[in-house]
């Protein structure tokens, strides 16, 4: 790994953050049960408890002797550390105490991934929603979805072991809506191809287009299986737990580990002021929010932030167990129906287990979740794409459940409002051209409205006709 940053660099910085500023610290990280009191070594690959069978996430069991630091040092150490021109810190890893210190720096892979920008919505868009809000739009990314971060993680994590246990063969595999699928391809490829192999399954016909020519692009075996999100999922659980496979989805808690990065940079780009704070997510396979609130729960243990937000998780109606559950008390899987917000299209969330025990533990009276129609969803997007703002169906979706909350009641307008729109508009163009020619299958229940519908006009080759088109004055 290349770094430009001499001991000469960090003699200038504030002696406070100096000893901190390249982080040192490697933790004592296991993987652990979320169910029984099974705590295991990081030096084999496991996705779920090999004594009973429940989800598993990586605990830093030193994690308390992070506490000598006092929360405003970790703050400074932070904004320090981003001035170094060290290439594994200028990711997610600029948090790598918190996010997943037994990594060492020389093997993080870093591609460009974190450090979205926090954009405001403009006034017609607030007047449309009822509330001011930010969007942090993690389309931003290299493989233009949140699901970089994980993958950060998760890869540097495999190439770690490739360096450390001496590995020569590793495949990769992941079930996908599309996103995970593009981000594990991506990420896979910048490996040695000699050692590493990616494979990803994807339901057929229900990913979209450009989302497929991403592993495509990246070099992956891309295997397309009949059915839904969750039959692949179960198709890779069953690998995973019979073969030499690498399982990318998040249910492997190394993901996990990266995607806790966006609740700290939220944390951070709004100055650590969080007591009045709603992050507004949209839920499929419920790894985002996991993550998120994890981070934040981080950041609240070493005194980084006083208080922990409101959670605001979002669903279609059309896949909503998580909603269903938050109201009812009672979780069931279900058979999800078509949805515009696709890549969060699931019946039966894999990290459902984790999102129950942090509301249980710690977010109880700082957890909501609600659906949204389809008809929100797409014009939850259509809506903020014609504001300057570039969200997907599920930044659609979460703007949407963010009006929708306002609306009725369920969270006050003069919130600070962080809605995370996970992935890049461009992805999911195919749903706006549906709108737009009115070609949405029945089951979509979507009808276009003819203000929100926009179409190339043509015309001849001659400003004459340009002219007359738009009725322009002559000078
Ligand atoms: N938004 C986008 C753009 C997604 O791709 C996903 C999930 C979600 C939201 C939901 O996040 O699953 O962590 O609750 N996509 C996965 C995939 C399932 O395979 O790409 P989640």
Redesign the pocket.
């Known amino acids: 790994m290349t770094t430009f940053c001499t001991e000469a660099d960090v003699s200038a910085f504030p002696a406070h953050v100096r000893p901190y500023l390249i982080p040192e610290y490697t933790g004592n990280c296991v993987y652990e049960c979320i169910a029984c009191a099974y705590t295991g070594s990081l030096d084999r690959f496991l996705y779920t408890c090999p004594e009973c069978g429940s989800l598993l996430k990586i605990t830093d069991l030193s994690f308390d002797e992070l506490k000598k630091i006092p929360g405003p040092v970790w703050r400074d150490i932070f904004d320090y550390r981003s001035l170094l021109r060290i290439e594994a810190l200028q990711g997610i890893f600029l948090f790598k105490e918190l996010l997943f210190p037994a990594i060492p720096l020389q093997d993080v892979i870093y591609l460009g991934e974190g450090h979205t920008a926090l954009v405001r919505a403009n006034e017609q868009l607030s007047r449309h929603v009822g509330a001011d809000f930010f969007i942090k739009n993690d389309g931003f990314n290299p493989s233009a979805?949140f699901?970089d971060r994980g993958m950060a993680s998760a890869v540097s994590f495999i190439n770690h072991a490739i360096r450390s246990r001496g590995l020569t063969e590793v495949l990769g595999i992941c079930?996908?809506?599309?996103?995970?699928?593009a981000a594990a391809a991506l990420y896979l490829s910048y490996l040695d191809s000699s050692v590493v192999k990616s494979v990803v399954l994807l339901p057929k016909g229900r990913v979209t287009p450009q989302q497929l020519s991403q592993p495509l692009g990246s070099g992956a075996t891309v295997l397309e299986i009949p059915g839904v999100?969750d039959d692949c999922m179960r198709i890779v659980e069953q690998l995973a737990e019979n073969y030499q496979v690498c399982l990318l989805n998040?249910k492997n808690p190394t993901r996990i580990m990266g995607q806790k990065s966006y609740a700290y940079e939220v944390a951070r780009q709004l100055g650590y002021e969080t007591a009045n704070l709603t992050v507004v997510v949209?839920?499929?396979?419920?790894?985002?929010?996991t993550a998120i609130m994890e981070g934040f729960l981080d950041m609240q243990r070493l005194g980084i932030i006083e208080t922990l937000p409101h959670i605001l998780a979002v669903q279609s109606r059309h896949a909503n167990p998580v909603a269903l559950w938050r109201s009812s008390g009672e979780y069931n899987p279900m058979t999800v129906s078509p949805s515009v917000a696709q890549?969060?299209m699931?019946g039966d969330?894999v990290s459902f287990p984790k999102v129950r025990a942090l509301v249980t533990s710690d977010f109880d009276d700082r957890f909501t979740c609600i659906d949204v129609e389809e008809q929100e969803i797409i014009e939850g997007m259509l809506q903020a794409n014609r504001c300057g703002s570039v969200v997907?169906t599920?930044g659609g979706e979460a703007i949407a459940g963010l009006r929708k909350a306002v609306a009725n009641g369920i969270v006050a307008p003069d919130r600070t409002f962080v809605v995370d729109s996970?992935?890049h508009q461009l992805k999911f163009s195919n749903f706006q051209q549906m709108y737009f020619d009115n070609s949405f299958p029945a089951d979509y229940e979507i009808k276009p409205r003819s203000e929100l519908v926009n179409a190339p006009v043509q015309l001849d080759a001659s400003a004459g006709a340009v002219a007359d088109y738009l009725n322009l004055k002559k000078k």
Not at 282 to 289: L, M, R, T, Y
């Open positions: 979805s699901k079930a996908s809506t599309g996103d995970t699928s999100f998040s949209p839920v499929g396979n419920a790894g985002n929010i890549a969060a699931i969330p997907c599920q996970t992935s």
